[in-house]
């Protein structure tokens, strides 16, 4: 069962003070582009039976930003997390609209931090009408034996969810309890073409602390961003060996969210995918951006 619905009397109080306003955080988009008005609505689960996120609101914002609120499964009614600042991305630095969001929050027992949760979602337009496919990854911070993990959904708009609480926004991130890498992982890829965006990824490090090291495509050589630390994240909070990881990259300019995820087909081709979230912090005008690559091994 999701953690959420465990700890209802945390998330989930029946009683809440209504939120009359709500002051424009660090986090919130500082560029372009603006929210793209298909993301605004009450977004609903497609999968009935899922133990996570049930429901989210995005609302529009001053700038062109917008907000975001979800809400878990819980009994006898879902667990508000509260209202956040998301970051808007379009897919390329001059989009003047975004279909993609990035939210990150905190939760707390009190005043201590217990877990964290980042929302990566984009809508698409299906034969079947919009959908918002988010992949929610949660870091536990406690002293229980809760692994991090992550969980992709899909959500159709659907009937309107009442917003009565401001969240906790945060833009760091914490290591949590880390599952092991899958071995799988370790090593060196590149993409199978030519590139614009990464030219090489190098994870190393352990298993246990797994090491990303990312080379930017750049001329006449790639431009080195350096070694951080490796966030992984299995499919549930039980499970040991993770497939899944964040790594976090701040340069002077930008911050980017490199979201790896490794697979293996049936016939042995291995597969990294890197989708990167890039936002621009030094008011250039540049629109932050997602873009997705496949990576082989070199």
């Not at 991305?89 to 939210?103: C, D, E, H, I, L």
């Not at 911050?255 to 087909?265: E, P």
Request: proline share 4%; aromatic share 8%.
């Amino acid at each position: 069962m999701h953690i959420f619905a465990k700890l209802s009397g945390v998330l989930g109080l029946a009683v809440v003070t209504a939120v009359t306003a709500l002051a424009a955080p660090a986090s919130a988009s500082p560029v372009p582009p603006v929210a793209s008005s298909a993301l605004v609505g009450t977004w609903v689960n497609t999968n009935a039976a899922t133990n996570s996120v049930k429901q989210i609101v995005i609302q529009a914002a001053k700038g062109g930003s917008v907000l975001v609120d979800a809400f878990g499964k819980c009994s006898p009614t879902l667990c508000e997390w509260g209202r956040v600042p998301a970051i808007v991305y379009g897919s390329s630095v001059t989009s003047t609209a975004g279909t993609s969001f990035q939210s990150n929050q905190r939760f707390l027992s009190g005043t201590k931090e217990w877990s964290r949760t980042e929302l990566f979602g984009t809508v698409t337009r299906t034969s079947a009408g919009l959908r918002l496919t988010v992949r929610e990854f949660t870091a536990f911070s406690d002293s229980t034996s809760r692994r991090n993990y992550t969980v992709t959904e899909v959500f159709a708009l659907g009937r309107s969810a009442v917003v009565t609480k401001s969240g906790s926004p945060v833009t760091t991130y914490v290591l949590g309890h880390r599952p092991v890498l899958n071995a799988g992982a370790l090593g060196t890829w590149v993409p199978s073409g030519a590139s614009s965006n990464l030219a090489k990824v190098v994870i190393g490090g352990t298993t246990a602390a797994p090491l990303v090291h990312a080379y930017g495509s750049c001329s006449p050589t790639p431009c080195d961003w350096g070694t951080v630390r490796g966030i992984t994240y299995g499919a549930t909070i039980s499970t040991v060996r993770g497939t899944s990881g964040i790594a976090p990259y701040t340069f002077s300019f930008k911050k980017t969210q490199l979201l790896l995820k490794y697979t293996i087909s049936s016939n042995d081709v291995e597969t990294l995918t890197v989708v990167a979230y890039n936002e621009f912090t030094d008011g250039s005008g540049r629109a932050n951006y997602v873009v997705i690559q496949k990576l082989v091994r070199a």
